[in-house]
């Protein structure tokens, strides 16, 4: 079972990016996806999250920002990205769960690699 998370790279202040991550070996059409991010010297945190039925949870910190959605098939996970900050920037990973406050409370199942997003000022 593997979560596999692309998209991250190198952006200027304001600009987008979009992060996704698919799931293979399973199923995780009736699990939650989500994202979690870990910037140097400081502690992981939830970032946002989408359900199989498209519920979405946010942290503070993006919401209004980014936003979650998932694919038709529900193995894979998006992460829109926009009005980004220096601050955002971070090693961004993946995560999937049956339960969505486990995955929010950083205790998901599964995850997957980081991808890093940069954010020049």
Excluded at 19 to 42: E, H
Excluded at 104 to 113: E, I, K
């Amino acid at each position: 079972v593997q979560l596999q998370a692309s998209g991250g790279g190198l952006v200027q202040a304001g600009g987008s990016l979009r992060l996704s991550c698919t799931g293979s070996g399973r199923s995780f059409s009736t699990d939650v996806m989500g994202w979690f991010r870990q910037a140097p010297g400081k502690e992981r945190e939830f970032v946002a999250s989408a359900s199989w039925s498209d519920v979405t949870y946010y942290g503070d910190s993006v919401k209004g920002r980014f936003a979650a959605f998932r694919d038709q098939d529900k193995n894979t996970v998006y992460l829109q990205m926009n009005s980004l900050k220096p601050e955002d920037t971070a090693i961004y990973y993946c995560a999937a769960d049956d339960r969505g406050p486990k995955l929010r409370r950083g205790r998901p199942a599964y995850w997957g690699q980081g991808t890093q997003v940069t954010v020049s000022s």
